[in-house]
C-alpha cells in the first residue's frame, strides 16, 4: 500500500464549481500535513498545511481526519488559475512524502 | 521565505557520463533534499543533503550512484552518475527548517539521458 494515496483525476469542473479532493494516508504516526500545488512544468509550491481543527483560507478549505487517516481539500468558486496538480504531503518522520497529485482542469 | 536557484535548468547526456545539479539558496537554512520526479509521477525523495556529514539516502537510492554535497547552509549539488536513460527526469532541491516548515522547491533539472 502507498504511504500517500490519492485519486489522480483529472477532475474536470467548470468556473464556479465546487470541487473536493481526498488524500489517505498509512502512517498513524504522521505529524504534519500539507497541501501543495504544482502547475505545470514548474515546481511544487506550498498551498497550505493541515490542521486538526481544519482551516481555510479564501476559497480553500482543508480538513484532516486522523482517526480515518484522511485529508481532503476543498475549492469553492473554482477558476480558470486553479487548473493545476494537487499534491498531498504527508511527514511520518522528518521528511515529506507526496502523493502522486490530483489533477484539476477548470474549463470555461 | 527561500528563493532557490538549481543550474543547469536543463541537459541532454550522454549514458555513461555524469551530470552534477548545483542548488543555490539565498538564506542559510537547515534542512535541504533533493527529489526526482519522473514524467506523470509524484516526486520520490533521493537523499537529505546534511551540512558538514555525509547525506542521508533513501531506500533504493545510493551515494555512489547519487553523490551529493553541501559545504555550507546555503549551497548543495546532486550528481547522478553513470547515467542511463532511466535516470531521465526532472531532479529538484528544496529547502526549509524541516518537515514541519514550509519546503521551498528549486525550479527542477530536467535531464535527458540518451
Known amino acids: 500500500r502507498k504511504e500517500v494515496e490519492q485519486d489522480p483525476g483529472p477532475f474536470n469542473v467548470p468556473e464556479g464549481a465546487t470541487v473536493a479532493f481526498n488524500c489517505t494516508y498509512s502512517?498513524?504516526?504522521?505529524?504534519?500535513f500539507f497541501w501543495y500545488r504544482q502547475d505545470c512544468r514548474k515546481e511544487p509550491k506550498l498551498l497550505m498545511s493541515?490542521?486538526?481543527s481544519g482551516n481555510e483560507d479564501g476559497r480553500f478549505t482543508a480538513q484532516l481526519n486522523r482517526a480515518s487517516q484522511y485529508i481532503s481539500l476543498l475549492i469553492r468558486d473554482s477558476k480558470l488559475s486553479d487548473s493545476a496538480t494537487y499534491l498531498c504531503?504527508?511527514?511520518?518522520?522528518?521528511?515529506?512524502?507526496f502523493g502522486t497529485g490530483t489533477r484539476l482542469q477548470v474549463f470555461p | 521565505s527561500a528563493v532557490i536557484s538549481q543550474k543547469p535548468s536543463r541537459d541532454i547526456c550522454q549514458r555513461g557520463t555524469s551530470l552534477t545539479i548545483q542548488c543555490q539558496v539565498d538564506s542559510q537554512v537547515t534542512m535541504m533534499f533533493w527529489y526526482r520526479q519522473q514524467p506523470g509521477q509524484s516526486l520520490t525523495l533521493i537523499a537529505t543533503a546534511n551540512q558538514g556529514s555525509e547525506a542521508t539516502y533513501e531506500s533504493g537510492f545510493v551515494i555512489d550512484k547519487f553523490p551529493i554535497s553541501r559545504p555550507n547552509l546555503t549551497f548543495s549539488t546532486l550528481t547522478v552518475s553513470n547515467m542511463s536513460p532511466e535516470d531521465s527526469s526532472i531532479y529538484l532541491c528544496s529547502a526549509g527548517g524541516g518537515a514541519w516548515d514550509e519546503q521551498f522547491f528549486g525550479p527542477g533539472t530536467r535531464l535527458t539521458v540518451l
Open positions: 504531503v504527508v511527514t511520518p518522520t522528518d521528511k515529506l512524502i
Open positions: 493541515v490542521y486538526s
Open positions: 502512517n498513524s504516526a504522521s505529524q504534519s
